[in-house]
């Protein structure tokens, strides 16, 4: 027969150890702490992207998708830009049909469903183009999520995808609070855009840099206090997307309004 | 104690056995926490070197000047100066070796990324010369009365 009292006491005794998360039992590495505080590291890519200078021609569209293998005629893009009008009843138009791979020839928005919406230019109060990539966030939440390890930083920055580890469950692709993942056509597992990892990690700039022919599109280590883009981000009134989520984006623009999302 | 209470603790042994001897062969040896660490890091580290080995296809401007000096000192002077030569003669990827890879883009469309008359004037796209390719001598490809290398210039009949 157990006494009120023992059974109390072997009840909380079983609560409380339940509550301890296996890995609080793991034995303590500096080595490890070191790793994730340390900031020693000589390379940290980021981009600045400066709205003022795009004029929608989508030419990185069209670069990106051909240099990265990503299936032309299928909707999706690593990258895309986006366009807004403000116009004078206060309204904002946006749109980024196929991610502006062909540009933006026609004064009219795509509103989906097929449908278009003419704005006319004495309606507009102001009207410009939004390129938009992965952020390369320094608190990925597309990483957090990953419930296998098939997508990671790497220590230089940028945010990658194991295309045989991944099992494509797409929480990472709910996660993006940006929308920058999607499923590859053709592998079938989640894709993002990686600064071009494999012209970025040769010396070379990425697709969209090298195809943007007014300087709207730039990358530079901002680990390098001489690098132009580092100097840009340290001493020009630079902004972040969606800044209130706290996934610390290291995508920054210049001429950034309320407007854009 | 007598033996059916410990059979129970063999096959959780054994469980955890297969388990352990499973995940030395299923997962990779090079899988771990990278340098991004515990919540960021976890990766096989073999695929950092598969994305550096993805294929270069855009070579840049100064790959094609090597051997075409003349057409990029026409362009650098030109209104034109900005514009990658892939952005309308395709990735240079396999040229020279197979000249017929560089796909030359002559469509108006191409053309009208840019010089679609859009009335934008807080963008740079309302400070550039446009058209409206329905209006602007449809049907005829831009390259028939501007040189694309130096648009100041006329253009080029076959």
Request: hydrophobic share 30%; glycine share 10%.
């Given at each position: ?212 022919a ?48 | ?60 401007a ?8 003349d057409k990029w000192d026409e362009i650098k002077q030109s209104p034109h100066a900005n514009i990658s030569c892939?952005?309308c ?25 840019c ?14 010369r ?13 390259v028939?009365?501007h040189w694309p290398h130096d648009p100041r210039k006329e253009g080029?009949?076959?």
């Open positions: 027969m157990i006494s009120r009292r023992s059974f109390c006491k072997k009840t909380l005794l079983i609560a409380g150890g339940l509550a301890i998360p296996l890995s609080a039992l793991e034995i303590f590495d500096p080595g490890r702490l070191e790793a994730e505080k340390t900031d020693g590291k000589p390379t940290r890519w980021v981009f600045l992207v400066d709205t003022e200078k795009c004029v929608g021609c989508g030419f990185c569209v069209k670069a990106c998708k051909t240099e990265n293998e990503v299936p032309y005629d299928a909707n999706v893009t690593r990258t895309w830009v986006e366009r807004y009008a403000v116009t004078k009843d206060g309204k904002t138009h946006i749109d980024s049909p196929k991610g502006a791979r062909d540009g933006f020839q026609t004064t009219k928005f795509d509103i989906g469903e097929g449908k278009f919406e003419e704005i006319k230019s004495q309606d507009i109060d102001k009207a410009f183009f939004v390129p938009k990539l992965c952020n390369q966030c320094d608190n990925p939440p597309c990483v957090q999520v990953c419930p296998v390890g098939a997508t990671y930083q790497t220590k230089d920055g940028v945010v990658l995808v194991d295309r045989t580890w991944c099992i494509g469950c797409g929480y990472c692709v709910m996660g993006c609070p940006y929308g920058v993942r999607f499923f590859h056509p053709v592998y079938h597992v989640a894709e993002k855009c990686n600064f071009c990892y494999h012209r970025i990690s040769k010396g070379m700039k990425t697709a969209c840099v090298g195809a943007c007014f300087g709207a599109r730039r990358i530079g280590n901002i680990k390098d206090p001489g690098d132009p883009v580092t100097r840009v981000i340290m001493t020009e009134r630079v902004n972040v997307l969606k800044e209130e989520y706290g996934t610390k984006p290291q995508v920054f623009y210049l001429g950034l309004t309320k407007e854009v999302r | 104690m007598k033996s059916h209470v410990w059979r129970p603790l063999y096959v959780v042994l054994i469980v955890i056995g297969a388990v352990l001897v499973l995940r030395k062969i299923m997962v990779p040896s090079d899988f771990g926490i990278g340098a991004r660490g515990y919540m960021y890091g976890w990766h096989r580290d073999g695929n950092e070197k598969d994305w550096k080995k993805v294929t270069v296809k855009y070579q840049g100064e790959y094609c000047k090597e051997c075409h000096k892939e952005n003669h395709g990735p240079a990827l396999g040229h020279p070796d197979d000249p017929r890879s560089l796909p030359i883009d002559r469509k108006r469309e191409l053309c009208a990324r010089h679609f008359r859009l009335e934008y004037p807080t963008s740079g796209r309302g400070h550039i446009g058209i409206d390719p329905r209006t602007h001598n449809p049907g005829l490809e831009c028939t009365c080029h009949h076959k």
